[in-house]
């Protein structure tokens, strides 16, 4: 499987897991607070490489990729992701400028499930969507151990491992994934464009 057959794979394990997301979202309602952005505006959120292949090609088929990785080399350790666009001082207040090529880590965060120390299901989410959102947490805290349908966290983790390993374990500052993944794409795509067609002279 090549880089961009890896990517396509990426591609559908996401589209498969937003019906997932978009079927707990319509039984909990227990959805982002709007306009909020401070786990996007934490530099420390950490991503793999496979996860960002979807942006890194669709940056490159918009010939946008060069400017980003040029972008990404002048960003320090404390800089926040990206395609996080901040509009309050604090940053704690935003939006994602490509949401649709957004990582995985960003579609499971609060939508998503792992398994406690006695084996029930407890939501991945943040304390100011507890705070928040109390009601709709409390009661989606119960029912996601019912009936209520909520994506797996490491059962989606584990298709990207199926598609690579390697790429997928690999954790690392969410701008250090994105920029390694354009990297490779753009290594990927230099030698797919100036490879030579075999002829009987290349034997």
Do not use: W
């Not at 994506?151 to 989606?156: A, C, D, E, K, R």
């Not at 983790?157 to 354009?182: G, H, V």
């Amino acid at each position: 499987m090549n880089l961009q057959e890896k990517s396509q794979e990426v591609r559908q394990v996401f589209d498969e897991l937003d019906l997932e997301i978009k079927a707990f979202l319509d039984a909990s309602k227990l959805t982002c607070i709007t306009g909020c952005g401070f786990c996007c505006s934490n530099p420390k959120v950490s991503a793999s490489v496979l996860e960002f292949l979807p942006l890194a090609f669709d940056l490159y088929e918009k010939g946008k990729a060069e400017n980003a990785l040029e972008l990404l080399e002048n960003l320090g350790e404390d800089d926040h992701c990206i395609i996080y666009k901040s509009v309050s001082p604090d940053n704690g207040l935003g939006f994602c400028s490509d949401y649709k090529n957004r990582g995985l880590i960003c579609r499971l965060f609060s939508s998503s499930y792992r398994k406690n120390k006695e084996g029930k299901k407890e939501i991945i989410t943040c304390k100011k969507i507890k705070e928040n959102k109390k009601d709709q947490y409390q009661k989606a805290a119960v029912e996601i151990n019912g009936l209520m349908p909520i994506p797996s966290s490491s059962g989606t983790y584990s298709k990207l491992y199926n598609i690579d390993f390697q790429l997928t374990s690999e954790q690392m500052p969410i701008n250090r994934a994105i920029k390694k993944a354009i990297e490779a794409v753009l290594t990927y795509k230099f030698y797919q464009e100036n490879q030579e067609p075999e002829t009987s002279e290349n034997f």
